[in-house]
């Protein structure tokens, strides 16, 4: 089945500067691909999500890119702001209709002042 | 729409307990999620349905039953509650597994 690794488990970045959450997964027939983001005590949300036959996605400070060579994913925000620091899921959606949604362990974001 | 709405929000049970946790959709998503998420932890799936009448195990299924006999309806049942099951559960749905997840709000179970 599906297996889905997410890199790193904690990321500290200043404030206005960029940062990134690696994914791996293993299942090549895996098509789609969503970011979830989960603020303290909240539900998590759906930030962006990508498809298998796009490489890149943007809205506004938040961007995902596919390689579907290398079989990862990755998301990029730019211009970090405090309300990013939350925990970000990353997940791989395999092809069988039956089959279920993967997610990753999550990645802890600290936005330093 | 209501989206997907758990009930309680909070409860707490004695050891050997029972209770189920409620959940229901009003957007007709065929798709349905349990997760437990345990502090500073992941989502871990407990169970799932691809519609009504069908349920499948996820990684943490032990300890827990469910049943789909509707579209809008995934009751999760908890028999004979364990410290090990304190967790917030979350309910999600989705039209299909290619589409993204609803959550619900989460029920914080504590079991002493």
């Known amino acids: 089945g599906e297996n889905v690794e997410q890199h790193p488990s904690t990321l500290s970045v200043q404030e206005g500067d960029s940062a990134v959450i690696k994914c791996t997964y293993s299942?090549?027939?895996?098509?789609?691909f969503p970011w979830y983001k989960q603020e303290l005590g909240k539900r998590p949300q759906l930030i962006i999500d990508i498809r298998s036959n796009v490489g890149e996605k943007k809205d506004q400070r938040i961007a995902v890119t596919l390689n579907k060579t290398a079989k990862h994913f990755s998301l990029h925000i730019t211009e970090t702001q405090p309300e990013d620091s939350a925990v970000y899921f990353c997940a791989a959606s395999p092809m069988n209709r039956d089959d279920k949604i993967i997610f990753g362990k999550g990645t802890r974001l600290h936005i330093l002042p | 729409n209501a989206g997907v709405t758990q009930t309680p929000k909070f409860r707490i049970l004695k050891i050997g307990q029972s209770m189920t946790l409620q959940c229901t959709q009003d957007m007709n998503h065929n798709y349905m999620y349990w997760y437990r998420q345990d502090p500073g932890m992941g989502l871990k799936l407990i169970y799932y349905?691809?519609?009504?009448?069908?349920?499948d195990k996820g990684e943490v299924p032990n300890g827990y039953n469910v049943s789909r006999s509707t579209t809008e309806d995934f009751p999760l049942r908890l028999e004979l509650a364990a410290p090990s099951q304190t967790s917030v559960y979350f309910c999600?749905?989705?039209?299909?597994?290619?589409?993204?997840?609803?959550f619900g709000n989460g029920t914080r179970l504590t079991v002493t």
């Open positions: 999600a749905s989705s039209p299909d597994n290619r589409s993204p997840l609803h």
């Open positions: 299942d090549s027939a895996s098509n789609y």
């Open positions: 349905s691809v519609g009504a009448g069908i349920t």
